[in-house]
């Protein structure tokens, strides 16, 4: 465990069993040094428990660095279950990861990732307090995808703005991959300001009915990467940046609400050396965890949620800012700043 290469100095990862219902889980917590750690359940088949657990030390690391950048006052964790979300689902397995969660005292909070819906979360919420995500309950915070999508609008003006010299997007003409929850509230901003859009997805019905109401071209899956565009914005799945792929773009900006874009670290420069602004995933994503985090607090309120959406839209733009002064890679620069703000509360 402690020479795997995705172990970062997690605070604890955990193995669960549970033979009556079948449940296998792990769940990592990387980080509490800004309070207890935060991060959704993914329930996914995975070839073999070694990739279930890299997913989970990985996404639990990604998870610290989100919550740092947000401002939020949660650590980093992720939960994975090793199973089928369209077959293996059952009362019981969630209520067996519910006493999972319970049994860890609340250093881990769960919320719903791939696989995973508000209706699990639910039976979830019968073993233990330690869940958000929900959607109903006193401070239920629902679906986080429009404030996902509200802030990745936000943040691609703010991108604009250091590409272009202005954050209009009114006549700028932007790629969006994925037009599913966060994807299609995207493109209602980006059409409300008057940007061309080119979209694609791989459910026709999604991209008709975006297409319909917002204007935009479709195009088929593999030629959204060739398209002559001001703006990539990735809101689909994640490693799409990518040495087949980053030749072939021709915007001048990527940004978008899809985790983990960049397919290996190197890409990182690699978008620096090509001129391309990369708006650092886990910063302008960051909407939906703001969502989740004003649940968690106990008491749902738009506005401290919006509040907490001006000050990362705010940090993206130092991200941005000093990357450019020093010639630096985003994400590194991001990572920094992420890890500064985990070790100062740690030395609190
Ligand atoms: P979603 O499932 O609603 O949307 C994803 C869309 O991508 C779907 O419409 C799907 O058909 C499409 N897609 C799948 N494969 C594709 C391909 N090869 N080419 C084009 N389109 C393809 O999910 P979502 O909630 O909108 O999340 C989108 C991304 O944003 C994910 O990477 C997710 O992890 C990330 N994210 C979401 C939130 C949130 O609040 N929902 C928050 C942070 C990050």
Known sequence: MFDHPSFDGHEGVHMFEDAASGLKAIIAVHSTALGPAAGGCRMWNYDTGEEALRDALRLSKGMSFKNAMAGLPLGGGKAVIWGNSKTGKSKELFEAFGRAINSLNGSYYTAEDVGISPQDMQIVATQTEYVAGLDQGDAASGDPSPITALGVYRGIKASAKRAFGSDSLEGRTIAVQGVGHVGGYLCDHLAEEG????????????????????????????????????????????????????????????????????????????????????????????????????????????????????????????????AKDRNAPTNEVAEKIARARIAEAQSS
């Open 195 to 322: 940007a061309h859009l080119i979209i694609t997805d791989i459910d026709q019905d999604l991209l008709k009915a975006v297409s319909e109401r917002t204007g935009a071209k479709i195009v088929a899956s593999d030629e959204i990467y060739d398209q002559d565009v001001d703006i990539f914005s990735p809101n689909a799945l994640g490693a799409v940046i990518n040495p087949e792929t980053l030749p072939r773009l021709k915007a001048k900006v990527v940004a978008g609400g899809a985790n983990n874009q960049l397919a290996i670290a190197e890409m990182d420069a690699a978008l620096r050396d090509r001129g391309i602004l990369y708006a650092p995933d886990y910063v302008i994503n960051g909407g939906g965890i703001i969502n989740v985090a004003a649940e968690i607090s106990g008491a749902y309120s738009r506005n401290w949620v919006m509040g907490k959406l001006n000050i990362l839209i705010e940090t993206l733009g130092e991200v941005l800012d000093e």
